[in-house]
Structure formats: C-alpha cells, structure tokens
C-alpha cells in the first residue's frame, strides 16, 4: 500500500549534529519541485544548513540547489505559488522573501522581492489566490467529456486589478497576532501593509489560511493551550488610494472536544497542528492536541443552524415571509481514540468533491487519491486516514528502519533506537499533487520518497488500476500538473494501453480544447504529435494544404508531388534558410537512421522504433521532406547533407520514395500491412548507399524513475549522481549510453559541441535534452526557435544547469 521509493542523505560530517528542537517544513509545487529545510549544524562550516533552503527536482533527487538564504533565524515557512515556479519563505524574525528561478533554471534561485515585519515570528503564510478553482469528480470518470470530469468552479480571486485580473501577492500571520500582506503591483513595486486580527491581540502559536468562493481570506488561530478557543477571522484586502487596506471580522470559534471531555480534560494540554482540510475550503479544520506521548486528532465543519427562539415568541403570529433566523456554528465531525504522538500532518491537495455521493461513489470504485490524509508518529510509522471520518484506511510501518533493511550494515539510526536513542521520525510531511506519493523529511536530515497505492491496499483488477491512473493522467494534462507521481505506480507492461487510452480520450474532446491540450498530449507521449493535431479550419493555412495534398497524392517521387503546391507559400529568404541549416539537417538524419533500422524490427527494441509503424508521424516526415525539396531550390546550401557512394544519387529522392512505401504500409490505422520483401530489401542496402548518422545525438536520461521498478527502495546521496549497480555490457540500458571520446550534442539545437564542451549547459529534468545555456545564433528565425523552449524543454521538462563534464 504504501513503500518506499528512495531515500535521499547528507554526506556524513564528523562535528554535525541535529538540533531536536528545530521544526522543519517541506512544500511540494505542481511542477514536481521539493522545497525543505533540515536542522543540521556543523560547527566548523559557516553555512548553517538549518537557515538554508534545499530544492531538488523529484528525478534527480541527489542534484540538490541549497540556497544561502539570507534568513537569519530559523525558517518556519515555505509556500510554492500556483504555477510552481516561486517560493516564499519566512523566518522567526518576521522575515519574508520570494525567490524565483534565474533563467528558468531548477537549480539556480534568486530572491528579488521581500517584506518585513521586524523581529516578529511568521507562523502562517500563503500566496494570495488567484480565482483558479477546478473540481475533480470521480462520479463522471467514466465520462469522455473532460469538462465533466474535471469542472471549473466559480471561485473570486483574493483581490482583482482592473479588468478582473487577480492581483499577485502574499499574506502571513505572526506570533503576536499581526496579519500582514504584500501586493505585487504591475510596475513590480510592492505593497505592504499589516492590521490587527482582533481588538485585542494575543499570542498565536499556530494559524493557517484559507479562502472562500467570494473572495474573502479565513484565518484560523491558537495560541497553542487546548483550553483556549480556536479563533476564526475574515479578512478583507483592497487597494484605496494606491495604499494596502486590511479590514477583519471576527468569526465564530469553537474548544476542542477533548478539553470537555471529563476523561481527556487536562490528557492533551497543547495544540501542536492545525490545518484546513483544503485552502478552498474554509469551512473545515483539523485540530491536533498532544502531550508527551500522545496524541488526538479531531475534525470539525462550519455549519448554518436556525437560531433557537425563546418560547415567549413561539406564539406570536408569523410575518408574512419570515424565515427563521440562522447562525454559523462549529460541530465535531469526528475524531480519533488516543494515538501515539503525531510528529507531522500532511494533507491531500487533489481536489475530490466530498459530498456523501462522492464519496460513496469512490468507495464503490476503490478510487482513493484525495480521501486520506497523513499523520507521522514519533515511533516512526505513518497512517492513512479518510480526511472526513478519521478512520484509518492504511499504515506504514518506519520509512528509515525499512530503507536500512536492505542494507543492513549501512544505517546507524537502527543502533541508536537500540541503545534507547531518538527514534527516527517524521518532522515534515508533505503529500504530491495527485496523492499517489509522500516526501518526508526525518530528524536526521533525511529524505524520504514513498509511494501510496491508489487503491490504499485494496486488490484490483488490472482494467480497473489502468482506469485509476488514466484518470489522473489526463487531470496533469488538463490542469498543467507535472505527472512524475502518476508514473510512479505505472508498470512497464502498462505503458502502451495507457497511451492509447489517453489518446483515445483525447480525440474524443472537442476541437477548441484539443487545441489547448495539444502540446500536453505531445509531452506525454512524444510519438502522437501527428494524430494530436486537431481537426482542420476552413480557412487552410499553407500547412494545412501542404498535409491535405501530400495525403491525397501517394506518389513516391518527390519532384511530382513537390508540383502539386503553390511554392510561393513556402518563400524565405536565403538567410534564414541557412540559420536553420542544422534543423534540417536533423531531420534528414532522422529520416536515414529509421529506414536504416527497418530491417532490424524484429531484434532489440531501439531509439525511435514506434514510429515504423506510426502512419500519422511518418507522413509528417513525408511532408517535411516536400518542404525541404522547395527551401532547396532557393538555397541549396539549406539541404541536408549526405555522405553517398555514388556522386550522382539524389539522396533525398530516394530517401522520399522508401519513406512513402513505409508511409503507405501504415496510413491506415485500423488495417497496418507488413513493409513487403522489396522495400526491406531496398533498406537493407541504405548502409551501402549513404553514411547511416549514429546515435549521439540522442539524449540520456539520468532521472530515477526508470529505476524505480524494484520495491527494493534506492540509497542516494545529495550531491552524489546515481547509478545502476551491477550494470554489464550486455544490458540494453547500454544502447543509449554514449562511447568515451564521441561528439555531445545540443539536443534543442542540433549542434554539434565537441567531446569536451567548454559552455555551460542545461538538460531537460526528465528526458535528459542537453543544450547550451546561452545561444550562439544571431538570427531572428532560431531566436524564434529557441524561445519556444525558454521555460521548459520540448517534452514539457524544466531545465536544470549542469556541469561541463557532464553535458
């Protein structure tokens, strides 16, 4: 049900030590970025490691950017933004910063913009929100349309500038019960004001932030004794005058159960956790009371009830359309027996619709992501329980004891719970975008990836996991998510019913939508770009004619078929034909090395095989070479170049006329035929007529998840690149590796860097595409090119900068 992924640690220091009393916090963005902090100290390094923030990508969990942070007391919180793509942090002096990425790197950050409120601790913080909101139905999942299965609520921005666009910005809670907020303005200046949350201002140990539908901000507040009221408060931002206004408003408030329960009064004296259930969701609030040993947990709803009326007014007659009054109350839902004590909460962000429907409708189809939260103890282990009944619905026994097992020699935190030491914990928990994973963070230092099954342990069939995960998937498609949890639970043999289905889904959509999705289809499954393309217009463009007239006309002379077109359409100046030189080269390439390898379908499966048999991407192949032909007779310094045994073969004539033949063999999905003798034949002879390019030009991926097969969990190290143990010759991982001494290219590019490039690089987090991080092109057309892939690579990866030695 649940088990560890990898566990990622801190290189051993001989004077480090761990500071118990240090809280750590963890945020987990959209994108698939880990923000953490540790309470490590080393006396002899003037880094602290407990005031610096440690981001990794989920893929490459060991290439860790820790950023000196300039905070100078312990950082007590850290929030990613909707997009995924900034952090804020806050310390225990008031201090608040937001980085964002330098050059839309993973592993470069800068902090640019910031607020104060000097020398008063930040216990709650959040961006405010932008009006975005979409509801995930697990009744409909069945359903081809996506704007059944996924619907967009009417949910108000925390503050729109003019036009109804949401206003950027951030808000915090601190200790002596300030609630401060900062406005992105347009210009980039920033404003910044802070307001009381009542008259009478008291000491707040724990708050959390949530938002309503109407646009408004709920604060909920303690100052940590289990005997006091839990304070609710609505606060109200606006912009009057150019100048921050808060305005706030005490709601109703609510005591713990177990502080009147005779048996429990004075058990659990301190309140160590309060959280919303979800951040759209102001109406209901966990609550978690402990001692030294022990734990409760209870779940309370806001609720509408009428307004009892005093029995001398019972007998007066009714006005004439009065209703009975109505008051806002908090009832108990549920709550646990005793636990041991809780060291972390981590709740779930998918966003399920938790009406009693609802849920009885997962339960029917064992759909689980989204229904559970998780609770860390002190002995180490974890529970999964339904976020409404509290019910506990699964359990993981020790992430560190169960990582040390496979190596037993390796882990000293099994000898130091023997010898009566702190028992390895949970101080931080945070659950991954679509609830199929959890990151810890344990009180030494350590990094921990677990796996959560969807099905929380449940036996299921396989139609009905593939279900499961095709929901999900086609949730990051249509929401921009990054879907690296998601494969965390998909097995090898599931790979190819998966992307059909989500094919299959995605042609069902309409046109407008399709559209939209186009890109995220073609990131999901790089071999689909041609049948992702939606339905054609009315009004062609030259592209559209050029995809008509090439799969109408099936001739295999490209000369013929080159005639057919208004060339006209297809003019660019000399120059820019040039610049883009080396693109077409790459294609040309391409389309040599698969009919090269057409013969060899039947041994090892290599890079690129799936589209011998894909119809729609070899006659996109099939129109790009049309293309290439008409740009030729402008510049002929433009065509690709070919190394031939004969001077006179007119290589792309003869390239175009097998591509056809295999073209032809696939065009018809439902009734593929097998490439016959001849053209096999034909393909065969290729490696005598024309130099075949080799594989360097392809990509490595270096990312875990292709490792992550075994349930044995992985041992990594921060800092330290992983690789395979016990990897022989023979392995076919070995077909894409690149020999010692060979030529590294720039994948986005197609450019040829050398075997041991000088300039500074980037590779795609998960489909490893290396190139350079500055561009040597000076034309506009490749600029063109290259900003398309500025933020993320072609796959739809962010970036990270790499080593030379590694590019």
């Not at 698939?32 to 893929?59: C, Q, R, V, Y």
């Not at 005591?255 to 058990?267: G, H, L, Q, Y």
């Not at 993981?396 to 004891?401: K, V």
């Not at 032809?664 to 490696?687: K, V």
Request: aromatic letters at 6%.
């Amino acid at each position: 049900m649940m088990e560890v992924a990898y566990v990622c640690e801190w290189e051993r220091r001989p004077k480090s030590n761990h500071c118990p009393s240090i809280p750590l916090v963890c945020a987990w963005s959209c994108r698939n970025l880990i923000a953490f902090t540790t309470d490590l100290k080393n006396e002899d390094d003037e880094k602290d490691l407990s005031h610096m923030i440690h981001i990794i990508d989920t893929e490459h969990p060991w290439d860790v950017y820790s950023i000196n942070s300039g905070h100078t007391e312990v950082i007590s919180c850290l929030e990613w933004d909707q997009s995924g793509s900034r952090l804020l942090s806050a310390d225990g002096d008031g201090q608040i910063k937001c980085w964002g990425m330098a050059e839309h790197l993973v592993n470069s950050w800068e902090s640019t913009l910031g607020s104060a409120v000097e020398g008063d601790p930040i216990v709650a913080l959040s961006w405010l929100h932008n009006g975005v909101k979409l509801a995930l139905h697990v009744e409909k999942s069945g359903s081809t349309n996506f704007g059944e299965k996924f619907s967009r609520v009417k949910f108000s921005p925390s503050l729109t500038l003019f036009g109804g666009k949401p206003m950027e910005g951030w808000l915090a809670v601190t200790v002596s019960g300030l609630v401060t907020v900062s406005l992105l303005k347009p210009n980039g200046a920033l404003l910044t004001a802070s307001e009381s949350l009542c008259r009478l201002r008291g000491r707040v140990a724990l708050a959390d932030i949530a938002f309503t539908g109407g646009g408004n901000i709920v604060v909920a507040a303690t100052d940590g004794s289990s005997s006091s009221p839990v304070q609710f408060y609505k606060v109200c931002v606006s912009v009057v005058n150019e100048k921050c206004r808060i305005d706030t408003e005490l709601l109703p408030s609510l005591f713990m159960r177990c502080t009147t329960d005779p048996v429990r009064r004075d058990k659990y004296p301190a309140v160590t956790h309060l959280k919303f259930l979800t951040r759209e969701n102001s109406e209901q609030v966990l609550l978690c009371a402990s001692n030294q040993l022990g734990s409760i947990v209870e779940c309370w709803s806001l609720r509408k009830e009428g307004l009892p009326v005093n029995n001398i007014f019972q007998h007066r007659s009714p006005v004439v359309g009065e209703k009975q009054p109505m008051i806002l109350k908090w009832r108990i839902l549920s709550a646990t027996n005793d636990l041991d004590r809780v060291s972390a909460v981590a709740l779930p962000k998918l966003p399920i619709s938790i009406s009693n429907t609802d849920l009885k409708v997962a339960s029917d189809t064992k759909f689980c992501p989204g229904l559970g939260l998780a609770l860390a103890f002190h002995d180490g282990s974890i529970q999964i329980l339904h976020r409404l009944s509290l019910h506990t619905i699964g359990v993981f026994y020790g992430s560190a004891s169960s990582g040390s097992s496979q190596r037993g020699g390796e882990d000293t935190a099994i000898k130091r719970q023997r010898t009566g030491g702190p028992t390895v914990h949970f101080k931080a928990l945070q659950f991954s975008w679509t609830s199929l994973a959890l990151v810890g963070v344990d009180n030494h230092g350590k990094l921990h990836m677990i796996r959560v099954s969807p099905s929380m342990g449940q036996v299921l069939d396989v139609n009905t996991l593939l279900r499961h995960l095709l929901f999900l998937l086609e949730y990051c498609m249509v929401t921009g998510y990054d879907w690296w949890d998601v494969l965390l639970h998909v097995q090898p043999g599931m790979v190819h019913s998966l992307v059909e289905k989500l094919h299959e889904e995605y042609m069902k959509q309409k046109e407008a939508l399709q559209q939209v999705l186009s890109t995220r289809i073609v990131a999901l499954h790089p071999q689909v770009p041609a049948e992702a393309t939606p339905p054609q217009h009315p009004d062609k463009s030259p592209g559209d004619r050029l995809a008509e007239i090439c799969a109408k006309n099936t001739d295999t002379d490209i000369d013929k078929v080159m005639i057919n077109l208004k060339t006209e359409e297809f003019v660019l100046d000399a120059s820019t034909l040039q610049s883009l030189q080396q693109l077409i080269q790459w294609v040309g390439d391409f389309v040599l090395y698969l009919l090269a390898n057409l013969p060899n379908q039947g041994s090892i499966v290599r890079p690129g095989f799936g589209f011998l048999r894909d119809g729609p991407s070899l006659g996109m192949l099939r129109e790009m070479m049309v293309v290439i032909r008409i740009w030729g007779l402008l510049k002929p310094g433009c065509l690709p170049i070919y190394t031939a045994t004969s001077d006179n073969q007119d290589s792309m004539s003869l390239l175009f006329r097998l591509l056809t033949k295999l073209w032809l063999c696939s065009r018809d999905e439902n009734h593929p035929q097998d490439p016959d003798e001849p053209l096999i034949d034909e393909c065969c002879l290729l490696p005598s007529q024309l130099l075949v390019p080799a594989l360097d030009w392809l990509p490595i991926n270096d990312g875990v998840i292709c490792k992550l097969q075994s349930k044995h969990p992985l041992r990594l190290q921060f800092c330290k690149p992983y690789s395979l143990p016990g990897l022989n010759v023979n392995s076919q991982v070995e077909v894409f590796s690149r020999s010692p001494g060979s030529q590294r290219m720039d994948n986005l590019r197609c450019l040829h860097m050398g075997v041991c490039p000088t300039e500074d690089s980037k590779a795609c987090t998960r489909c490893g595409c290396v190139t350079m991080l500055r561009s040597p092109n000076k034309t506009t057309a490749v600029k063109q090119w290259e900003q398309r892939w500025i933020k993320n690579c072609l796959c739809g990866g962010l970036w990270r900068r790499i080593p030379t030695t590694l590019s």
